[in-house]
């Protein structure tokens, strides 16, 4: 069978990796086409565009691309008209794909959601259009069944992705002091900085997080940077503060920290599955922060807080996240911090929630199997 597959940022290019095997085992003479990444790539796909093209996020900077992003939808669509996929599988990114999701469904194509957009948070009226122009929904958080539910809409849980990716990962991984040699560090404790995959995002997070680092002399800080992003970009940033870069290797980084700082979004979870204390920062444009404060319903940004219903990990957004709230935070969850105990018992309790390994190919095979019948 034929498959069409849309991911239009990192993570996605993560979990869409992880399904694209998953496919292929179900499904040995599988045809796939995506929009996606190198990891996508690499699974068995053929990239047809890179998601470093489509990111583009807040509302002013979409204001700024619309013309940009209706050229991308038109070369979608073509792509799609021309391949003629069994399914189109729509990875989050939900200003694009719902687009998407339209679009096949008028051409009698099969659409399947997997990772659901973040409805549950703000554009809960977007429902409809899943309900419209999706024909199955594959979610990856427990909490969302009940919303589903909800607007009649029945959706089962099958594990989370990122269990699997996280076990695949640790299995293969080196001991801590090798691995540090390996990323060019020295035998200091590591405080790890994930600043985001774009561009706008790094050049409003990182420069706050950079200012903990006179306050840790005896760390080493180490930033998670992607390649998709120049080294050039990231040094205009960090200028002469001492930071290791390291590049496309995220969870070897995050492996030999002590802790971290995060930005809001998938890592989050990824540093919780990997058992590091974090602090959780987040900061935009001022513009698209106020409208986003007024359309969003949710009490927690991060997904480790979401999931468990309760605040486990600090979250630091826009005017709180602040040069003084930042080391004292960090401070808590340092060795020997007065929060680090709790939380990495609460993370042990997030990997109960959220179920046994084996997500990706049991998604897949489902796919498979709904596309066989």
């Known amino acids: 069978m034929k498959y069409f597959i849309i991911a239009g940022e990192q993570s996605g290019d ?24 190198e990891l996508m790539q690499e699974a068995g796909a053929e990239l047809l565009v ?11 900077n979409i204001l700024l691309n619309i013309k940009t992003i209706a050229r991308n939808l038109n070369l979608c669509r073509k792509q799609i ?23 096949a469904k008028s051409e009698g194509i099969k659409v399947f959601y997997y990772i659901s957009p973040k409805l ?15 024909d199955r929904m594959f979610i990856i958080f427990p909490f969302e069944v009940e919303f589903y539910r909800k607007h009649g809409i029945g959706v089962e849980y099958f594990g989370n992705p990122l269990v699997d990716e996280i076990g695949r990962r640790n299995s293969h991984m080196a001991p801590s002091e090798d691995l540090k040699k390996s990323l060019g560090l020295d035998e200091r404790p590591v405080i790890a900085m994930l600043a985001g995959s774009r561009r706008h995002e790094i050049s409003n997070i990182l420069p706050e997080m950079l200012k903990t680092v006179k306050y840790f002399t005896t760390y080493q800080f ?15 940033i960090t200028g002469n503060i001492p930071v290791n870069l390291v590049f496309d290797k995220t969870y070897e980084v995050l492996a030999v920290s002590e802790a971290a700082l995060v ?18 920062c987040y900061k935009g444009d001022r513009l698209s922060f106020e409208i986003a404060r007024r359309l969003v319903k949710i009490r927690f940004i991060s997904l480790v807080n979401l999931i468990m219903e309760q605040e486990v990990v600090k979250e630091l957004i826009q005017y709180s996240l602040t040069e003084k709230n930042l ?4 401070l808590s969850i340092i060795e020997g911090g007065s929060e680090r105990r709790k939380m990495l018992a609460d993370y042990e309790e997030l990997s109960k929630k959220l179920g046994p390994p084996g997500a990706s ?3 897949a095979a489902e796919m498979v199997k709904l596309l066989k019948t």
């Not at 180490?222 to 205009?236: D, G, H, Q």
């Open 222 to 236: 180490v930033l998670a940077c992607v390649n998709s992003v120049p080294e050039k970009y990231y040094r205009e």
């Open 327 to 330: 080391v004292n935070e960090l």
């Open 120 to 134: 549950w948070a703000w554009k809960e009226s977007r429902v409809e259009k899943i309900r419209k122009y999706v």
């Open 14 to 37: 993560l979990h869409g990796s992880n399904l694209i095997r998953g496919i292929r085992h179900s499904d040995p003479d599988a045809q796939i086409k995506c929009w996606g990444g």
């Open 361 to 363: 190919g049991r998604i």
């Open 263 to 280: 930005k809001s979004g998938t890592s989050t979870l990824e540093a919780a599955l990997l058992g590091i204390p974090q602090v959780v």
């Open 50 to 60: 890179h998601y470093a093209r489509l990111a583009i996020m807040g509302f002013v």
């Open 81 to 103: 008209k021309e391949f003629i996929p069994d399914v189109v599988i729509l990875i989050d990114y939900p200003g694009f794909n719902l687009r998407i999701a339209e679009f």
